[in-house]
């Protein structure tokens, strides 16, 4: 995996923290100068710190551990999101995308759900997951008294448009 190496912040650029909890913990990578993502760990040693594998059985969810606490800088939440090389192996996030809160400050875990038709194993170390960061737009709400102007669709439902 080629990833672009870590040359400090930029100026102006929002600053994702992130706290190791074990030594051996990988910080989120860039796999490139052009992903938006960054990339995001397994952490899977044993009590005797040996790499290992956790199994992620068919149409199940598993959390993984990460090994990392991460905090976003004020007024943005981190969106976690799948990664399409395990996506076309039918491995993806279950919530997706989860959503990192400004206010979490557990380990991040990320909820893998199999939807294939075989285990999938992921080792210590494989890269599960991407992380993007985004701004936090607050909106009100305002209740309607009338309902909302009908534009053709709304007694369609779902698919009205075709595919």
């Given at each position: ?50 790499p ?26 981190v ?54 960061l ?30």
């Open positions: 995996m080629r990833t672009v190496p870590y040359t400090g912040p930029r100026q102006g650029a929002p600053m994702l923290s992130v706290h190791k909890l074990y030594p051996h913990a990988k910080l989120p990578v860039r796999a490139n100068e052009f992903a938006v993502g960054l990339d995001v760990f397994a952490y899977l040693l044993t009590e005797s710190g040996r290992t594998s956790r199994a992620i059985h068919q149409r199940a969810v598993t959390p993984v551990p990460t090994g990392i606490i991460i905090k976003p800088p004020d007024g943005y939440f969106q976690v999101c799948s990664r399409s090389g395990l996506a076309k192996k039918s491995i993806i996030v279950a919530t997706t995308p989860g959503i990192v809160d400004p206010d979490y400050s557990g380990e991040l875990i990320i909820l893998l759900y199999n939807g294939g038709h075989e285990t999938h194993y992921v080792a210590h170390e494989h890269r599960i997951a991407q992380l993007i985004a701004p936090i737009v607050r909106v009100d709400i305002t209740e309607l008294t009338d309902p909302p102007p009908d534009f053709g669709r709304g007694q369609s439902g779902y698919g009205s448009t075709g595919l």
